[in-house]
């Protein structure tokens, strides 16, 4: 929320600057190369675009495109991408370049860069940094039906994640309730396909990749998050085969938990308790974003270990 906060004082419009009477300046410096424009009459200083990883900056272009459209349209009521973006939940892949509102009417409508989504119930809405979404659940399953399934699920399941006891802002349990309410609806599949998969203790978005990597592959379905009694604590794996007795690591470095620590969960960096964790299985399988966005060295890797693989492989990505 603080980041798109942040990223909306940064935003210029024509029409502040001809009340101020410095519209020509603003077009000078879009011309100069020191303002780049957002969207028709939104202009943001160039070095304001120039900062993270790729992906993150992606993602702040895309929230720029939404603060810029709520500067231009009357009162909209954000949901699906656009909502997500400002909710600052993560995505795997492309942001669109549409904004996404809610319509006034029971009716959805497309028109270049706007995609208006029917208003066919009522719909609870929520407010930040002084704009209007709606609410979690029913912006998760507008992105379900709009987005590609891994942007989906990896959204959803940051939404849900439960940290520390904390709650996340919505739970699986939450989002299908909100589905059946809905139903029936237009690509209500997709979410279901998204709804299925949907867990609270994905701790990262490359674990959720790494489900999917793993379904679509043909292998048996891990149990998660999965706790191991070492010598000064507790080590937990982000995936287990337990039948197998195969533990895996989504991030290449195994998660150990100091017993009575006051954050509740402390990672440490000393690599020798791997080796006490790998006393307890048959195997310990790690691997990398890469490994699980390519999908075969993954399979390799899984393969290799010993993990069952009841199923035929099936695309998902």
């Given at each position: 929320?603080?980041?798109a906060?942040?990223?909306?004082?940064?935003?210029?419009t024509?029409?502040?600057?001809?009340?101020?009477g410095?519209?020509?300046?603003?077009l000078r410096?879009?011309?100069?190369?020191?303002?780049?424009?957002?969207?028709?009459?939104?202009?943001?200083?160039?070095?304001?675009?120039?900062?993270?990883?790729?992906g993150?900056?992606?993602?702040?272009?895309?929230?720029?495109?939404?603060?810029?459209?709520?500067?231009r349209?009357?009162?909209?009521?954000?949901?699906?991408?656009?909502?997500?973006?400002?909710?600052?939940?993560?995505?795997?892949?492309?942001?669109?370049?549409?904004?996404y509102?809610l319509?006034?009417?029971?009716?959805?409508?497309?028109?270049?860069?706007?995609?208006?989504?029917?208003?066919?119930?009522?719909?609870?809405?929520t407010?930040?940094?002084g704009?209007?979404?709606?609410?979690?659940?029913?912006?998760?399953?507008q992105?379900?039906r709009?987005?590609?399934?891994?942007?989906?699920?990896?959204?959803?399941?940051?939404?849900?994640?439960?940290?520390?006891g904390?709650?996340?802002?919505?739970?699986?349990?939450?989002?299908?309730?909100?589905?059946?309410?809905?139903?029936?609806?237009?690509?209500?599949?997709?979410?279901?396909?998204?709804?299925?998969?949907?867990r609270?203790?994905?701790e990262?978005?490359?674990?959720?990749?790494?489900?999917?990597?793993?379904?679509?592959?043909?292998?048996?379905?891990?149990?998660?998050?999965?706790?191991?009694?070492?010598?000064?604590?507790?080590a937990?794996?982000?995936?287990?085969?337990?039948?197998a007795?195969?533990?895996?690591?989504?991030?290449?470095?195994?998660?150990?938990l100091?017993?009575?620590?006051?954050?509740?969960?402390?990672?440490?960096?000393?690599?020798?308790?791997?080796?006490?964790?790998?006393?307890?299985?048959?195997?310990?399988?790690?691997?990398s974003?890469?490994?699980?966005?390519?999908?075969?060295?993954?399979?390799?890797?899984?393969v290799?270990?010993?993990?069952?693989r009841?199923?035929?492989?099936?695309?998902?990505?």
């Open positions: 929320m603080t980041h906060w942040n990223l909306g004082k940064e935003l210029i024509y029409a502040a600057a001809a009340e101020l410095l519209e020509k300046p603003l410096a879009h011309r100069d190369g020191r303002l780049e424009r957002v969207a028709r009459g939104v202009y943001v200083p160039r070095i304001a675009t120039t900062h993270g990883s790729p993150q900056q992606r993602a702040a272009d895309y929230l720029r495109l939404v603060l810029a459209a709520a500067r349209l009357h009162s909209p009521v954000f949901t699906s991408w656009s909502a997500v973006a400002l909710l600052g939940l993560p995505i795997v892949g492309r942001w669109p370049q549409d904004i509102v319509s006034r009417t029971a009716h959805g409508k497309r028109r270049r860069g706007l995609v208006s989504v029917a208003r066919r119930s009522d719909v609870p809405v407010t930040t940094c704009l209007e979404l709606t609410d979690v659940e029913f912006t998760l399953i992105l379900a709009h987005a590609p399934l891994v942007s989906a699920l990896v959204a959803a399941n940051a939404a849900c994640l439960t940290r520390q904390a709650g996340g802002l919505t739970t699986p349990a939450r989002l299908w309730v909100e589905h059946e309410r809905l139903l029936p609806y237009r690509s209500h599949r997709r979410v279901q396909a998204v709804l299925e998969r949907v609270d203790n994905a990262s978005p490359l674990e959720t990749v790494s489900d999917l990597t793993i379904d679509e592959l043909g292998f048996a379905a891990p149990r998660h998050q999965v706790r191991f009694d070492v010598t000064t604590g507790s937990y794996l982000d995936f287990y085969w337990e039948e007795g195969i533990g895996g690591e989504a991030d290449g470095d195994t998660k150990y100091h017993s009575g620590s006051d954050a509740g969960a402390t990672v440490l960096e000393e690599k020798h308790r791997e080796d006490e964790l790998r006393s307890q299985l048959r195997g310990l399988v790690r691997w974003w890469r490994d699980a966005w390519l999908r075969t060295p993954l399979e390799g890797k899984l290799r270990a010993g993990v069952p009841p199923r035929l492989p099936r695309q998902l990505r």
